[in-house]
């Protein structure tokens, strides 16, 4: 991801060079509702006003922003762009020389980036029981945790150990609550790891996230090396925690019909409540049972 965003910042460069100064009037695209719309020119104006930007709007400055975006993990980027130049529009802030031309390709460029990016997570494998025997006593325990997680790898990178607080009953650990930063914020939330096994012995087949460690308080933080190298020894990316994740929600979902597990699931992997994602990031549901993940396939 890193290396197509470095892409975006790139070709801002050298379209710089091609700018001529004949001005026509730049044509401008509009998507959306109005609430939408405008909660996307908020973060427009927050976003300027971050980075200081002042004065006419270049294709190159739009074009930072949808890396910024890009990187955030914004699916809808090309609404947020949009709804950017239709305000500037309207103030007539917009640098106009070559703006229809460099505009398109930014928008070319954006869609491509984005379509390569859902493609490869959603097919990431998940990571499935037949892959422990390769892992390292580490590995398996992260392993673990992060499919009962499903956030993202920057959400999970960010993790200190000073942000996992265990809840114990008595003196019994039952789970840990985690204070993680919220998706495209830098405001805080709340997830919770609870035991599954209760009680039980039989780890193998229960997964627990709280009991699989060997002590979950130092669990995190976790290195990206640790978390490639557990994705790759599982044959999958770093998508395959997320992946694991929503597939196993998305059988107790197709077994229950229960709205609350797709809500849970949602809510962990940081969509918005309804969003599409959830079905479309596990498709092939029907490929996989609970047996086949490496997660916990019974209600503790
Ligand atoms: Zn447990």
Redesign the pocket.
Known sequence: MAQRVTGLFFKTQQMKKKVNFTRPTPQVFNEGSAKTDNSQKKLWRQYKAQKCISGKITVAALRDYAAHLVHEGFNSTLCYISAAVSMEAQGGNLETAHFDRLYKNLRRSIAAVLARRMMIAKKAPPLGRMHLSVLSGRQREIAIVLCALGLRKDTVLAIKRKQVFLKVKGTTLVGAQLSVRQDKTNKLRTVHLD????GRKEKDH?F?P??EPKDLAKVFPITEAELTGTATSCETSTHGFRRTHCLASRIRYEAEKNSAIAEACRIRQGWSSNSPEYFKYSMDVAQYTLGDLLVCHREG
Do not use: K, M
């Not at 035991?195 to 209760?198: A, E, F, M, S």
């Open positions: 035991c599954t096994c209760n229960v627990c709280v009991h």
